[in-house]
């Protein structure tokens, strides 16, 4: 047995072994498979015993593949790992190849620049031999200008003046949304502000955020007292940029604005003393020197033949910041060429650049519009240093509308109608006063202040405002309750003043924009008081109205009528044996007494000249109805006291006080509508 067990096992593992060759081969099919087996096999027993062999098979190789997997995974994340950090060396190694790439450029421009120079050794606003400039303004540390470049991403342009020194530099802390660390370096002719990175091989790494030039910034102290301002001082850059820096002392505070106007003097001085017809001035150094064999248009039209490929690099590395400055530059040294130099054509090619650097200016989108990003406000900066100021101006409101769109929508309807209203108001409100303070800060320079456009946008943003609040306040197939919509209203008006501290009232567009909603409003809402009027008309009984004293109902009654000067108790019996209080008026006037107040003190929120006619038709109507049910009411014995009573209220009393209101209160004009209803009833 024990042999013949042995002989079945070996024959097994050989029809195991035979199988999963089969199964694995590349010509595998399984119809043939199955038909092979079905011929050899005569009963089920011995297909069974193939099932479980295939069965061994398949889970034997699912063992494999899940301890294969398993496996493999620990290396792919390894490898992943591997790619990730490859990738950002080759990153960081592309970035400085490229840094020494312009150094090298630089340097050869200066070079080439340099040998044709040979009246002129040294630029005109320093002088090698003359160190006073930096001794009297006060040198913070043995810093040059190439070790500046090397430690500073994006300052290789400091490099292309020849001979400027560095007077002064230090850590300050930028103030704003968000404070940071910036490092100042101040330069015989500009001032760079740079903000640190992270560390490169253990050495401190800068990024450039800003080159400003000396001649069109501004420095001062803040004219706030507090404590915390006392460290800070402020510098404007035309053409409204501001930024404010907090030192670590007001010593040092004092010094930095001390050094920045000494150096702004000394600057101005040596420009005013440069003869002419010796000296290139700054904007030509930036572009190069001349010859002594060729005249200044040559040179001059040379340097510009370049500058369109010089501009498709800064466009593609979107470096605007450089192609904005070639620009202004080459805008200047065009006017100076005449037609022998191919000034059209040079001229058209360079339109071209600033016409797809407008564009992508144009096209750039922050997402969230809002106050504190300075990433939004350059591309605005850059348009309009190429005078580009209507483009400007769509991009500047563009991201705002974003912004102001984005904000709008994460309010959420929590609580009543008129608290969202109020969160609804006072959010879009106050955004569009923020926009209007910062849209005169950045335009106020230019020649019309480009406010048409502001206005023009805040009646776009208003519209879609009332748009989104009449989705609320004025729903289209419902009934707003007495009182919530005028609500409404008021608190969108409160707010909407606040533009006019500002300087622009925009509630008469606010009244117009709202017309169609409060008209619709007020004809729907004098429907219903006419509709419940017909359905208390049919269930009159004309008894007279009684009041528990201690309910307050009587009093609530008396304080509404003395609204329009009213007095109820001519119209009122007390018994002494009852504790309730009689008034000689049916149900269905107290009731119509009762809604036709709510409904006008909701009219009189939202009245505005454009509704009159609304208001008074809704209200004549509304009148009409009441004094014709009393005309029609079926008069008996018993009834006929208080129909005549009720009539002798409505007519006498309330018509002609509610007359008095509206032209006092509401309207301000006479009503000769409703002093109509009155002429008829006499008549009648």
């Given at each position: 047995r024990i042999q013949i067990l042995f002989e079945l096992q070996g024959t097994m593992s050989q029809l195991s072994n035979h199988y999963e060759e089969q199964l694995k081969s590349e010509t595998f099919d399984a119809k043939v498979f199955v038909h092979q087996l079905c011929k050899n096999f005569d009963n089920a027993r011995d297909l069974d015993d193939v099932k479980k062999i295939i069965e061994n098979v398949r889970q034997t190789n699912a063992a494999q593949l899940k301890h294969n997997v398993y496996r493999n995974y620990g290396q792919f994340i390894d490898t992943s790992k591997e790619i990730t950090f490859l990738e950002a060396e080759m990153y960081k190694l592309g970035h400085l190849l490229t840094e020494q790439r312009a150094l090298i450029t630089s340097l050869t421009d200066d070079t080439i620049a340099m040998e044709k120079v040979q009246t002129i050794t040294e630029p005109w606003f320093y002088h090698e031999n003359d160190s006073s400039d930096v001794t009297e303004l006060g040198l913070a540390d043995d810093m040059s200008v190439s070790r500046v470049v090397e430690q500073v991403q994006g300052a290789a342009v400091l490099q292309e003046i020849p001979g400027r020194k560095i007077l002064h530099n230090g850590m300050v802390t930028e103030k704003g949304e968000e404070e940071r660390q910036i490092r100042l370096v101040l330069l015989n002719d500009c001032l760079m502000s740079a903000c640190p990175t992270k560390r490169v091989f253990m050495s401190e790494s800068y990024k450039m955020v800003e080159l400003l030039e000396l001649k069109n910034i501004t420095v001062m102290e803040l004219s706030d007292k507090s404590q915390e301002s006392k460290l800070c001082f402020k510098i404007t850059q035309y053409p409204g940029s501001t930024y404010v820096y907090k030192a670590d002392s007001e010593q040092k505070k004092m010094e930095w604005i001390s050094v920045i106007k000494r150096a702004q003097q000394k600057y101005?001085?040596?420009?005013?003393?440069?003869?002419?017809?010796?000296?290139?001035?700054?904007?030509?150094?930036?572009?190069?020197?001349?010859?002594?064999?060729?005249?200044?248009?040559?040179?001059?039209?040379?340097?510009?033949?370049?500058?369109?490929?010089?501009?498709?690099?800064?466009?593609?590395?979107?470096?605007?910041?450089?192609?904005?400055?070639?620009?202004?530059?080459?805008?200047?040294?065009?006017?100076?060429?005449?037609?022998?130099?191919?000034?059209?054509e040079i001229k058209a090619r360079i339109e071209q650049r600033l016409q797809?650097?407008?564009?992508?200016?144009?096209?750039?989108?922050?997402?969230?519009?809002?106050?504190?990003?300075?990433?939004?406000?350059?591309?605005?900066?850059?348009?309009?240093?190429?005078?580009?100021?209507?483009?400007?101006?769509?991009?500047?409101?563009?991201?705002?509308?974003?912004?102001?769109?984005?904000?709008?929508?994460?309010?959420?309807?929590?609580?009543?109608?008129?608290?969202?209203?109020?969160?609804?108001?006072?959010?879009?409100?106050?955004?569009?006063?923020?926009?209007?303070?910062?849209?005169?800060?950045?335009?106020?320079?230019?020649?019309?202040?480009?406010?048409?456009?502001?206005?023009?946008?805040?009646?776009?943003?208003?519209?879609?405002?009332?748009?989104?609040?009449?989705?609320?306040?004025?729903?289209?197939?419902?009934?707003?309750?007495?009182?919530?919509?005028?609500?409404?209203?008021?608190?969108?008006?409160?707010?909407?003043?606040?533009?006019?501290?500002?300087?622009?009232?925009?509630?008469?567009?606010?009244?117009?924009?709202?017309?169609?909603?409060?008209?619709?409003?007020?004809?729907?809402?004098?429907?219903?008081?006419?509709?419940?009027?017909?359905?208390?008309?049919?269930?009159?009984?004309?008894?007279?109205?009684?009041?528990?004293?201690?309910?307050?109902?009587?009093?609530?009654?008396?304080?509404?009528?003395?609204?329009?000067?009213?007095?109820?108790?001519?119209?009122?019996?007390?018994?002494?044996?009852?504790?309730?209080?009689?008034?000689?008026?049916?149900?269905?006037?107290?009731?119509?007494?009762?809604?036709?107040?709510?409904?006008?003190?909701?009219?009189?929120?939202?009245?505005?000249?454009?509704?009159?006619?609304?208001?008074?038709?809704?209200?004549?109507?509304?009148?009409?109805?009441?004094?014709?049910?009393?005309?029609?009411?079926?008069?008996?014995?018993?009834?006929?006291?208080?129909?005549?009573?009720?009539?002798?209220?409505?007519?006498?009393?309330?018509?002609?006080?509610?007359?008095?209101?509206?032209?006092?209160?509401?309207?301000?004009?006479?009503?000769?509508?409703?002093?109509?209803?009155?002429?008829?009833?006499?008549?009648?």
């Open positions: 101005k001085d040596l420009t005013s003393k440069q003869p002419l017809d010796l000296v290139m001035t700054r904007d030509q150094m930036l572009d190069g020197s001349w010859s002594e064999n060729k005249s200044r248009l040559e040179f001059r039209a040379e340097i510009l033949a370049d500058l369109p490929e010089e501009l498709d690099v800064c466009i593609a590395q979107r470096d605007f910041d450089n192609a904005v400055r070639k620009l202004k530059n080459a805008k200047i040294n065009i006017a100076m060429l005449d037609q022998t130099h191919n000034a059209s797809k650097l407008t564009e992508l200016l144009t096209e750039f989108n922050t997402g969230s519009g809002g106050f504190n990003g300075k990433a939004s406000k350059k591309p605005v900066k850059h348009l309009l240093r190429l005078d580009k100021v209507t483009q400007a101006t769509n991009l500047f409101l563009r991201n705002k509308t974003t912004g102001l769109r984005s904000t709008m929508r994460r309010i959420k309807m929590e609580g009543t109608m008129s608290l969202y209203i109020t969160k609804l108001s006072q959010t879009f409100f106050s955004y569009i006063a923020a926009v209007g303070t910062e849209f005169k800060a950045i335009f106020s320079q230019t020649e019309t202040g480009c406010m048409p456009s502001y206005v023009g946008w805040v009646e776009s943003e208003l519209q879609w405002f009332v748009a989104m609040f009449s989705r609320q306040v004025f729903p289209q197939g419902s009934v707003v309750g007495h009182g919530i919509a005028g609500e409404c209203v008021a608190i969108a008006l409160k707010h909407a003043q606040l533009l006019s501290e500002h300087g622009l009232d925009i509630r008469y567009l606010l009244h117009r924009l709202l017309q169609p909603g409060i008209c619709t409003t007020l004809k729907r809402n004098h429907i219903q008081i006419i509709d419940a009027s017909k359905v208390r008309a049919k269930e009159e009984k004309w008894r007279r109205v009684s009041f528990d004293v201690k309910s307050g109902e009587y009093q609530n009654l008396d304080s509404l009528l003395k609204t329009y000067n009213i007095d109820i108790s001519k119209y009122s019996i007390k018994l002494d044996e009852d504790s309730k209080i009689y008034i000689s008026l049916s149900q269905s006037i107290v009731s119509f007494v009762r809604s036709f107040h709510s409904y006008l003190q909701d009219a009189k929120k939202m009245y505005n000249v454009r509704v009159r006619k609304q208001l008074i038709d809704s209200i004549t109507s509304c009148l009409q109805f009441q004094t014709f049910q009393l005309q029609i009411a079926q008069s008996t014995e018993e009834t006929q006291s208080i129909i005549r009573s009720s009539s002798m209220f409505l007519m006498k009393e309330f018509i002609p006080a509610i007359i008095v209101y509206l032209e006092k209160k509401v309207i301000g004009q006479p009503v000769p509508t409703i002093q109509k209803i009155l002429t008829e009833t006499d008549q009648v």
